[in-house]
């Protein structure tokens, strides 16, 4: 994706630096991933800038999946399935905070940089 290219700062991480996504308790792994694709949708997806309209199309498609699975996960909260422990909290505020030391576009642009390591952390939850 062209958010990767455009990332300069390797050496600053957003979500590896919030400790290690796989070591989340399964308990804890719905309430860190409902809060994760929030904070996507609310905040990387609307900072994103870029005047490539395929990358906005893919953005949006993106989006629109994202929203569909926090939709999902917030029934499971609100019907107390989606345990929100400390843990969860915990992880989360450590990503916030790291994610709110960048200006608004350069953490969006970090966060989709890193987007397959959510991916790939989705997909072995969802394995495991």
């Not at 400790?19 to 694709?37: A, I, K, V, Y």
Request: hydrophobic share 35%.
């Amino acid at each position: 994706m062209e958010s990767q290219a455009n990332d300069q700062n390797i050496d600053f991480r957003v979500l590896r630096n919030a400790g290690s996504l796989q070591d989340t308790e399964p308990s804890d792994r719905c309430c860190l991933l409902r809060h994760l694709l929030g904070l996507y949708l609310d905040r990387v997806f609307r900072n994103y800038q870029t005047s490539d309209h395929h990358t906005l199309r893919k953005i949006s498609s993106l989006a629109n999946s994202f929203l569909t699975i926090k939709k999902d996960l917030q029934l499971c909260h609100t019907y107390t399935t989606c345990h929100c422990g400390e843990e969860a909290t915990e992880k989360y505020r450590q990503i916030l905070s790291h994610f709110e030391q960048l200006e608004p576009q350069a953490a969006a642009v970090k966060v989709l940089g890193e987007l397959d390591i959510l991916l790939r952390w989705m997909k072995e939850t969802e394995q495991g």
